[in-house]
């Protein structure tokens, strides 16, 4: 069932003050142990792009662990759905409100949907090879907005100091039990919510960080794992040297001894002229 959406009384300009200098971003992602013993390649994947300044585009996408190409559909999804969002935010304007991100997000779900379709089709194999989860996030000065099928979360912190899941991993009658987008009615399962207010940051993960950073079973974020990273992104000026330094946060033995699954884990900080660190 889709999520409920906040709607702001007016629109929102997108343009960014000039002082601001958009998002400060930092993704990266881990082959987990167990495709490691096995000789499979890391199965997540994840897209992030910068339409414009003061817009941010997210995509994570959790290849199945059943299926055979795995990482391709993974792979298709988040650049396709990626694509279709930014394509989506163009057409719109600089204006954009609740219901209008609502509707590109869902609009970018069924083009990640469509393009893995048409791999399977060229390929002559069922959909579900390709299966994968998927997260879309749209961040603005004023919103973000995420729709997500499958597991994973999104995490949003704000100027207020407070920090909370904006998408959640659904619940399940069994472990690893999930949806994927290649699932029977998955867009009409999927999440979706738009959230107005000043963020602070934002973070997309696919399901191999639930087990670290989310609080079970409300699966609300666990503040003090996100807010130093948060922190950390928004003091790094060096995108490359950010994500060098998450790629060995996610290799770190505490990350390794919760979970044996590929990993994939994007942050980013407004950066703006607020001073003030996010409080852990």
Avoid at 93 to 122: C, F, K, W
Avoid at 211 to 236: D, V
Wanted: contains cysteine.
């Amino acid at each position: 069932m889709n999520g409920a959406v906040l709607e702001h009384p007016e629109n929102v300009d997108t343009s960014p003050p000039a002082n601001e200098l958009g998002w400060q971003v930092a993704a990266a992602r881990k082959r987990g142990s167990l495709h490691e013993a096995i000789g499979r390649n890391c199965e997540d994947a994840h897209c992030v792009v910068q339409p414009a300044p003061g817009v941010l585009v997210i995509g994570v996408a959790d290849g199945a662990g059943s299926a055979e190409f795995a990482e391709l559909g993974a792979n298709i999804a988040v650049e396709n759905g990626v694509a279709q969002a930014c394509d989506g935010l163009r057409q719109a304007g600089g204006a954009l409100d609740a219901p209008t991100l609502q509707r590109i997000l869902e609009e970018a779900m069924a083009a990640a949907l469509s393009a893995v379709q048409t791999e399977a089709t060229t390929r002559g194999v069922d959909c579900q090879e390709l299966a994968s989860t998927m997260i879309l996030v749209i961040a603005l000065r004023e919103f973000i907005a995420a729709a997500q099928i499958g597991d994973g979360a999104t995490v949003v912190a704000d100027q207020a100091n407070g920090i909370f899941s904006l998408t959640k991993p659904p619940p399940a009658e069994y472990l690893n039990e999930t949806v994927f987008l290649t699932s029977r009615d998955a867009l009409q399962r999927k999440q979706v919510r738009v959230w107005c207010g000043r963020a602070y940051g934002v973070a997309a993960f696919s399901d191999g960080l639930q087990m670290l950073c989310l609080k079970w079973p409300a699966f609300e974020p666990h503040a003090p794992f996100f807010a130093p990273l948060l922190n950390f992104i928004r003091n790094t000026t060096d995108e490359a040297a950010g994500a060098s330094e998450l790629t060995s946060f996610l290799h770190s033995e505490r990350v390794g001894k919760l979970t044996d699954d590929d990993v994939t884990l994007v942050l980013a900080a407004l950066m703006n002229d607020f001073e003030e660190d996010f409080e852990d």
